[in-house]
């Protein structure tokens, strides 16, 4: 066991044992801060479907909800709005613009992926569309401390 005795060892340990500086284990190199119950189960609200996206296609999906189309947002803005006013549902099958192409997907994997482009965008000051890939599954605990552990190496 170490003890620090001086003030200045002690300033060094206070440092050193600090949350900031210990996001990864020494142990295994893995992160040490994910999230638990409350933000899994959100995160998994927000991701979560009922249908096999983006392994279906939409016409498939319109015809199982007895739907001539799927609804389709030309922006995240216009998805976080409609959601907002009650338009469409958080696990609801939508057509999205992504970068330029467009995605089957919910407006709860949007919502999700607008925040995590915006939190990197403070975090990392970086706009780079590339380096983070839209999530479109629903995100289990495992699956959110991989992501996060991928985030962790990328950056």
């Not at 340990?13 to 295994?28: D, E, G, Q």
């Not at 467009?102 to 407006?107: A, D, G, R, V």
């Amino acid at each position: 066991m170490h003890l620090p005795l001086s003030a200045e060892a002690q300033a060094e340990a206070r440092i050193l044992m600090l949350s900031a500086n210990n996001i990864l284990s020494p142990a295994h190199g893995r992160p040490l801060a994910t999230p638990t119950q409350d933000m899994v189960l959100g995160a998994y609200y927000l991701t979560y479907c009922d249908h096999e996206l983006p392994a279906t296609t939409a016409a498939d999906i319109a015809k199982v909800l007895g739907k001539p189309g799927l609804k389709r947002f030309r922006t995240e803005e216009e998805v976080e709005f409609a959601v907002e006013s009650g338009f469409v549902q958080l696990q609801e099958p939508v057509e999205c613009h992504w970068h330029g192409e467009i995605i089957l997907t919910t407006p709860g994997r949007v919502i999700f992926n607008v925040e995590i482009e915006r939190s990197l965008e403070v975090a990392v000051h970086t706009t780079d569309p590339v380096a983070h890939t839209f999530i479109n599954r629903p995100l289990s605990k495992r699956e959110i401390d991989i992501f996060i552990a991928d985030l962790v190496d990328l950056y």
